[in-house]
């Protein structure tokens, strides 16, 4: 609650935004936009781009007006509306997933998330719904490869770094193929860390070129600056769709810690250090600081 004045006092030269905020949906927007009033320069994207992202709804509906394949959504805000989705039916098949619709780091996305009927949707919802205090979101389950791509720069400068396949087949046996809050946080430790992650992942040029031109799309679409993350998941035919966008990536520093734009930009050939240096190379230039 006092980072305005902290801000307004030191002034500093530029700031290195991975302020997540703590309250509202619009939570991601909130440093960003104390310094845009300061007129002291951060790093990522800009309050309104930040907060569009976190909403996955609001970043889909931009994304598919611009072309960039994404599932089909439904919006669950309380289990009152459960029943008229019972009676309308699904505009989708199952087995679908449920998740938050506006959280990170896996978070409200359980190995339970995929359900293959009303019941096990209206359970779902709950959970979700009551646990987050928030709609819940409902796509249908893509059953296909998933990866997940680091991307830095501006305009016609955006690079995508070697992309980050998941490995599904070194998950528990018998758990559901997808990159749940349990896989990443309470069956992959730093002490004992799966072998989740291929990087470079192991795609056809064709498939390469395609995952990359979707994630630029995204990354330009939403209007993101300087760096993301983007997941990505394909269909039964292959095409890739984006998943989730993540404007202010996960970094943790130890290689262990199975943090994926670090594991890219090592796979790229950068230290820790010379990547976050990266970014703010980016951002500084875009200011007119370099």
């Known amino acids: 609650e006092d980072a305005f004045e902290r801000f307004r006092k030191s002034r500093p030269d530029i700031v290195f935004n991975v302020a997540e905020g703590i309250h509202g949906i619009a939570r991601e927007s909130h440093i960003p936009a104390m310094l845009e009033m300061l007129r002291i320069p951060y790093t990522g994207s800009d309050p309104l781009s930040l907060a569009i992202s976190l909403d996955k709804v609001r970043t889909k509906e931009v994304l598919a007006s611009h072309g960039i394949p994404v599932p089909r959504t439904l919006l669950v805000s309380s289990l009152a509306e459960m029943e008229r989705v019972r009676r309308q039916r699904l505009p989708f098949g199952f087995p679908v997933i449920v998740k938050p619709v506006a959280e990170g780091s896996s978070k409200g996305i359980v190995n339970d998330a995929i359900v293959r ?49 998941i490995l599904f087949d070194t998950l528990p046996k018998g758990v559901n193929r997808i990159y749940s809050y349990e896989a990443k946080w309470i069956w992959d430790t730093a002490k004992d860390p799966l072998e989740i992650f291929r990087c470079p992942a192991d795609v056809s040029p064709e498939l390469k070129r395609e995952i990359e031109r979707i994630c630029v799309g995204a990354f330009t679409a939403l209007k993101l ?11 039964a035919a292959g095409q890739p769709h ?29 230290t820790y250090d010379e990547m976050i240096l990266r970014v703010i190379d980016t951002a500084s230039r875009r200011y007119g600081l370099l």
């Open 242 to 270: 984006v998943l989730e966008v993540n404007p202010l990536p996960g970094i943790l520093p130890k290689p262990e810690d199975n943090s994926c734009f670090p594991k890219a930009a090592r796979a790229a050939g950068m």
């Open 117 to 165: 009927n009303y019941t096990e949707l209206e359970e779902q919802v709950r959970r979700v719904t009551t646990q987050y205090h928030q709609a819940a979101l409902v796509e249908p389950y893509i059953e296909g490869r998933e990866f997940t791509v680091a991307l830095i720069g501006n305009d016609d400068g955006v690079e995508c770094l070697p992309i980050v396949e």
């Open 225 to 235: 600056r300087d760096w993301s993350r983007i997941d990505v998941r394909c269909d």
